[in-house]
């Protein structure tokens, strides 16, 4: 798998122009699967509703099997992995993503796949050099979420299940994307009758020939966030939550946590989110991501759960950091868990429900 972040800025445009050119051909295969299987390819007008019953279809088709999809179909960035079902969910997602773009558009337009970037003078941001659809105010943000809850199908996170779980995220980050508008003709249902001539080279994924052709030494990369320095280890996931174990999978189960403790917390840590320090709304985001480190004591990825507006989960999930850099992190922690109440552990410590 390309880690994204350390490629070189043309490779992540000619990526971005990959991603660009599979739309038309990605948009057939999915107008096909929801045909097939008696989805509501007539509704995807591009309209925020239509968001709602895109996922609705989503859910069935993902517990169906996703009848039609090829076994050892591939996410375009990790064309050399072994097929499991992981990846080829995450392929299927790749799909849909194009149908969210069509739906941005609409609401937001131009809304043109765009390559992330973190802004000068700031640390580089977690998704740096991944593409994702740009608003109208020029931000391009995280678009790793789509995959990410198509995952949470499989791994057994209730949330998941809601039938508007992908439109509330998409409005998250684009806050342009309203219910209440006219429907219109569907966008998707066109897909099934066009004749989209040959495959264009560019609409194949180029990764495969990046792994086999190492960019030269003279292009320079942007500095990847996540140096590993000397004595850095991997260490383990912890999380943070008021409530039972079983909160773990679905988070509506726990008790709010004060945003504004845990966001102090964060800023102490060195937490930053798209370069920034954290403020309590952001805690409030469902799945936002946090990052720190980037030097030569710890690098370090921080997520959260929200529900209803409120802070559920703090999960700190990957972090590679030397011992006593990471004995510092823990202290903090802790104190953080005792200033809330609420328990500190790793996952499987706290899920004692059967």
Same mark, same amino acid.
């Given at each position: ?23 038309? $051909? $990605? ?33 069935? $088709? ?8 090829? *076994? ?13 079902? *992981? ?67 499989? *791994? ?199």
């Amino acid at each position: 798998m390309i880690q994204f972040a350390q490629i070189s800025f043309e490779r992540a445009v000619e990526f971005r122009d990959h991603v660009e050119a599979r739309e038309p $051909f $990605f948009l057939q295969e999915l107008a096909g699967w929801m045909d097939a299987t008696g989805g509501p390819v007539e509704g995807m007008d591009a309209s925020a509703e239509s968001l709602v019953e895109l996922w609705a279809w989503f859910v069935g $088709f993902v517990d169906a099997g996703c009848p039609g999809v090829a *076994t050892d179909l591939l996410p375009a960035d990790q064309p050399d992995s072994e097929p499991c079902e *992981t990846s080829r969910l995450s392929a299927v997602a790749e799909r849909v993503n194009h149908d969210v773009r069509l739906v941005v558009a609409r609401y937001d337009p131009p809304a043109p796949w765009a390559v992330l970037r973190s802004p000068k003078g700031r640390p580089p941001h977690i998704y740096q050099n991944h593409t994702g659809i740009q608003r109208s105010d020029g931000q391009v943000p995280d678009f790793e979420f789509v995959g990410i809850i198509s995952r949470g199908l499989v *791994t057994g996170r209730a949330r998941t299940r809601e039938p508007d779980r992908l439109l509330q995220l998409v409005q998250a980050r684009y806050p342009a994307v309203v219910l209440g508008g006219v429907r219109g003709e569907s966008v998707l249902a066109p897909y099934l009758t066009a004749d989209l001539g040959p495959v264009p080279p560019q609409a194949v994924s180029p990764v495969l020939r990046w792994l086999a052709e190492p960019e030269p030494p003279a292009r320079p990369a942007p500095a990847p966030p996540a140096p590993a320095g000397r004595g850095m280890v991997k260490q383990p996931q912890l999380v943070v939550m008021r409530g039972p174990g079983a909160g773990l999978e679905d988070p509506r189960l726990l008790e709010p946590l004060d945003e504004a403790v845990v966001a102090a917390a964060l800023v102490d840590l060195g937490y930053t989110i798209e370069g920034r320090r954290p403020a309590p709304a952001d805690l409030t985001l469902d799945e936002a991501t946090f990052t720190a480190g980037a030097d030569d004591m710890w690098v370090s990825e921080l997520c959260v759960a929200a529900h209803d507006g409120r802070l559920r989960l703090v999960d700190v999930n990957q972090t590679v950091a030397t011992p006593e850099h990471w004995d510092r992190v823990v202290s903090r922690l802790r104190r953080l868990a005792r200033d809330l109440g609420a328990a500190l552990g790793e996952p499987d410590d706290l899920d004692t429900d059967d």
